[in-house]
Nanobody, 125 residues
Framework: VQLQASGGGLVQPGGSLRLSCTAS????????IGWFRQAPGKERERISC????????YYTDSVKGRLTISRDNARNTVYLQMNTLKPEDTAVYYC???????????????????WGKGTLVTVSS
């Protein structure tokens, strides 16, 4: 299984970016696929994920209303649309696949089996 994240870059506060994660197989083959990020000096955190079977989505509180996860099964790609970006969103963003877990705590880091290389997002004026 190979995952490739792309779309990062430098953006001003308030701006937008769309990250893409292309999988080597069908995105519907995975139970869950998610986005994670790791800021300098901080632990990797879960920010959004999607259940492949029913499309249930999860967002961490700090990104709700600003980030949207979506998928295009025909392109085996999952997207993360990021709007109203803030300097604290600066991080390396990763996509990963694994188990959904529970609806109250989905896509925990320990349950993700395959990780793509990250893409750097820098939010700065």
């Amino acid at each position: 299984v190979q995952l490739q994240a792309s779309g990062g870059g430098l953006v001003q506060p308030g701006g937008s970016l769309r990250l893409s994660c292309t999988a080597s197989g069908s995105t519907s083959d995975y139970v869950a696929i998610g986005w994670f990020r790791q800021a300098p000096g901080k632990e990797r955190e879960r920010i959004s994920c999607m259940s492949s079977a029913v499309g249930t989505t999860y967002y961490t509180d700090s990104v709700k209303g600003r980030l949207t996860i979506s998928r295009d099964n025909a392109r085996n790609t999952v997207y993360l649309q990021m709007n109203t970006l803030k300097p604290e969103d600066t991080a390396v963003y990763y996509c990963a696949t694994g188990i959904w877990g529970s609806d109250s705590a989905p896509c925990l880091l320990g349950g993700m089996d395959f990780w793509g290389k990250g893409t750097l997002v820098t939010v700065s004026s």
